[in-house]
């Protein structure tokens, strides 16, 4: 087996949540992972008033515990949080990213909707995507040509097919992670839990993450329905 690279990349921690069983999987699988982080998530209210400094330290903390869960690496690239543009510069730095990592798959938001930095973000990978094909741009990395697989958070007003991935095997890890945003900021474990049921129900087992593919392979079923 070719052991593929799946770049995770959102703007902020927390962002990764509907993905933790994917990525799991896949390095379970023998697949290298790395999860980045565009900005350190500094402007945030969820913390009360507490100092950049000390909210840019709780969000790597947040990514030790990430990198302990699910077996990933981390990364964050330092740009502003709710300050994400679409410039070139912008993109270029994200072009030596994918370069450097040459990702098979790729997973980031939805920009139907949603916060500029997530919309930006995912325009920026895009972008960025096609500068990677360069060499002179991304010297001296090698330029990346191979297709990237490019993947979005599912949402129900997006013209990308959706897809699932079946996580019913990494639960555990899903709740773990969900348990640091418990304890950080009263997110709700069951809730997540509830939603992995009905996306497994809605595509045949027991607990599903959904997702839209924006550009990559649709595999094929066996079957139309199940026996
Ligand atoms: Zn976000």
Do not use: A, N, P, R
């Given at each position: 087996m070719i052991a593929r690279t799946l770049l995770v990349c959102f703007p902020?921690?927390?962002?990764e949540t509907p993905f933790v069983g994917t990525m799991v999987k896949h390095v379970q699988r023998g697949d290298r992972v790395v999860l980045v982080f565009a900005?350190?998530?500094?402007?945030?209210?969820?913390?009360?008033?507490?100092?950049q400094e000390q909210i840019q330290k709780e969000r790597q903390a947040h990514a030790a515990r990430l990198e302990e869960i699910i077996g990933c690496e981390t990364r964050f690239l330092g740009f502003p949080d709710a300050g994400i543009g679409t410039s070139r510069e912008e993109a270029l730095q994200i072009a030596a990213l994918i370069a450097e990592l040459k990702p098979d798959a790729l997973i980031t938001y939805n920009p139907v909707r949603g916060h500029p930095d997530h919309r930006h973000l995912c325009e920026l990978l895009r972008d960025a995507i096609t500068y990677a094909r360069l060499p002179r741009l991304v010297a001296p990395a090698s330029a990346h040509r191979e297709r990237v697989a490019f993947y979005v958070t599912y949402e129900p007003a997006s013209p990308y097919p959706p897809m699932y991935v079946d996580v019913t095997g990494q639960m555990e890890q899903i709740k773990a992670v969900m348990q640091i945003y418990a304890d950080a900021y009263d997110w709700s474990v069951e809730g997540i839990v509830e939603r992995r049921k009905a996306d497994g129900a809605a595509s045949g087992v027991e607990y599903a993450e959904k997702l839209s593919v924006m550009q990559g392979p649709q595999p094929a079923v066996d079957y139309l329905v199940r026996p």
């Open positions: 902020h921690v927390d962002d900005t350190y998530g500094e402007m945030t209210s969820l913390f009360g008033d507490m100092s």
